[in-house]
């Protein structure tokens, strides 16, 4: 199961939100991935190490002590290493590797989703008519008044955009809000519009955020990007930290069950620094390792929170005594190509239209200047090749008055679209990207046959082109815009299977399943910035492991995400999930 094609259950695992199971997990006295002093070495063996080391790739066994990586090798000398003491785990022929590491997601409106919207998602309804039908019933159900908030809605899968009109025909006695799966986009009912103070002339909101015309000029039902998305909360419930902690809980433990140990919360929302702890009572029971990087516009309120800690550089910032630590600033260039909204140098197929970027040229340097300035890396958040053309000129024009090379990795999220010359250019930079496997997986048919057509469609996601250019890519889930699923978003980087239609799509941009394994391994550790304690088992990095049924380099990679986990080791521990 997975997360934004779903519905109650995040994951088809683990307990529902505000359920005792969670709610034991945290008012637990230790954080689940916590590692307790003074406990004896545990030394594994009897199956496969993959090490993701590539200068000691192969090894018989491993040790971990104190929540770190004590000896890797042959059997006998990691035995003798551990001690007398050492707790013995046999493999029994599974395969061990380094915790998956998600470098994209967003944890808490992930989390919050679930807990408080009806999923529409197109793993229930399949058209856009039984989406429609659902909300009727939704709507016959719910008091007059009350705001009905939906999401997960698909506008490439369900068969088109839902609008003012349709949602209008489902109810005038509710305000109606149906969030879509990209997270870039909704749509509202007029009374929705009206409870939220948007008039019917408005079209822009300053930030990026607009709302959609139809051929008359009237508004459509569309809203678009954050700024316009933020007013429609209206009717939310009220965010409170007992909220926010189980809702993202139970988010947490659905990534660990998965076999993922380290989640990036790609940017944080926070308008006073107190907001920010928050996060760090998150993180202080979660079962996996919470980083964190705030949006451009709280860069002001995430350093005032870290001023007693530090400041992110080259490494990331780590908060002592708890899993939780910060990397990066977000910015956010432009919008989906499912919903043709990422800005494009060349019109959408069958279209005059090209997107649009989220920033002025000025506007986006100005921002990125400012993140240069306060030490930190970037990442911009770029669907479109002509928006990532701004945001390498911004990056250049940040750095080369400067002599000194930029604070750890700059990196573009999801960055399906990179032409050979601006591939060439991130290479000249020390860009690195960021790729959403999961987009081709669902929407690679789309992509060829009513978004870019086929040849544009071949280079989507071009992991091939930078790996034989000689850049780093990772691999993230995006969730909940896309599922948490990390070894069928691995598998879709060597197979490039759409799941659709079975069609391959960009034969030629497949990579190697070693390369893939790295991409949510050692370079999305490098992502996160904790490249040197991360990724990889190496004595001295965190004892953070993905123990698997199968071998992933001896699977179909089509089939990868069929592989059980079997269990998920943070800090040393062993992440107990809790039951539903």
């Not at 470098?103 to 989406?131: C, F, R, W």
């Not at 790729?435 to 060829?448: D, E, F, P, Q, T």
């Not at 989507?460 to 969730?479: E, K, Q, R, T």
């Amino acid at each position: 199961m997975s997360c934004s094609h779903c519905a109650g259950d995040l994951f088809g695992i683990g307990a529902p939100a505000g359920s005792d199971a969670v709610a034991g997990v945290v008012s637990s006295g230790r954080a689940p991935g916590a590692a307790a002093a003074h406990e004896p070495a545990t030394v594994f063996f009897g199956g496969t190490v993959i090490t993701m080391d590539d200068g000691n790739p192969a090894a018989d066994a491993i040790a971990i002590a104190g929540g770190k990586i004590v000896a890797v090798g042959a059997r006998d000398d990691v035995v003798a290493q551990a001690g007398a003491d050492a707790q013995r785990v046999n493999l029994a022929g599974r395969t061990l590797m380094p915790g998956l590491i998600d470098p994209h997601q967003h944890p808490l409106p992930g989390g919050l989703m679930l807990a408080n919207t009806m999923s529409v998602s197109y793993d229930i309804y399949k058209t856009k008519a039984e989406v429609l039908d659902a909300l009727r019933k939704k709507a016959a159900q719910t008091p007059g008044g009350q705001w009905i908030y939906a999401s997960y809605y698909d506008n490439v899968l369900h068969g088109g955009y839902l609008t003012m009109a349709e949602l209008d025909a489902v109810t005038t006695a509710h305000p109606m809000f149906v969030y879509y799966v990209s997270m870039h986009s909704a749509t509202g009912n007029r009374a929705a519009f009206e409870a939220s103070g948007i008039s019917p002339s408005t079209r822009e909101l300053p930030g990026g955020g607009y709302f959609g015309v139809d051929a008359n000029g009237e508004q459509n039902g569309m809203i678009q990007e954050m700024p316009a998305l933020m007013k429609f909360l209206g009717g939310f419930p009220k965010l409170t930290p007992a909220l926010i902690g189980k809702s993202v809980t139970t988010f947490l433990y659905g990534s660990a069950a998965l076999g993922i140990t380290m989640v990036h919360e790609a940017g944080a929302f926070a308008q006073t620094p107190e907001v920010f702890e928050g996060y760090k009572a998150i993180a202080a029971h979660s079962p996996v390792r919470y980083s964190v990087s705030p949006m451009v516009d709280y860069l002001d309120q995430a350093m005032q929170f870290l001023a007693p800690y530090g400041r992110p550089g080259a490494s990331a910032l780590e908060i002592p005594g708890s899993l939780l630590s910060f990397y990066a600033v977000k910015i956010v260039a432009d919008g989906s190509p499912q919903q043709e909204s990422a800005f494009q140098i060349q019109p959408y197929l069958n279209s005059a239209d090209r997107g649009e970027a989220n920033y002025t040229v000025d506007k986006l340097n100005e921002l990125v200047l400012k993140v240069k300035n306060a030490g930190w890396p970037i990442s911009i958040h770029c669907n479109g090749d002509a928006s990532l053309e701004m945001a390498l000129d911004a990056i250049e024009s940040a750095y080369s008055s400067s002599s000194a090379p930029p604070t750890g990795v700059n990196r573009i999220e999801h960055c399906p679209q990179a032409r050979p010359e601006q591939i060439a250019r991130m290479k000249k930079l020390g860009v690195q990207p960021s790729h959403l496997m999961n987009n081709l997986y669902y929407y690679g048919a789309a992509y060829r046959d009513a978004i870019f057509g086929a040849q544009r469609a071949a280079d989507v996601y071009p992991a091939g082109d930078f790996l034989a250019s000689g850049i780093p890519f990772s691999i993230h889930s995006d969730c909940p815009c896309s599922p948490v699923a990390p070894l069928r978003e691995i598998g879709t980087a060597v197979a490039r299977v759409c799941s659709i239609d079975g069609s391959v799509v960009g034969a030629e941009q497949r990579v190697p399943i070693e390369a893939a394994l790295k991409g949510m391994t050692v370079v999305a550790a490098a992502h996160c910035g904790l490249g040197d304690k991360l990724g990889s088992l190496e004595t001295g990095k965190y004892a953070d492991l993905t123990i698997l049924e199968d071998d992933p380099r001896k699977v179909d990679p089509a089939k990868l995400g069929d592989i059980k986990v079997s269990q998920t080791w943070v800090n040393g521990r062993k992440i107990e999930i809790p039951s539903s």
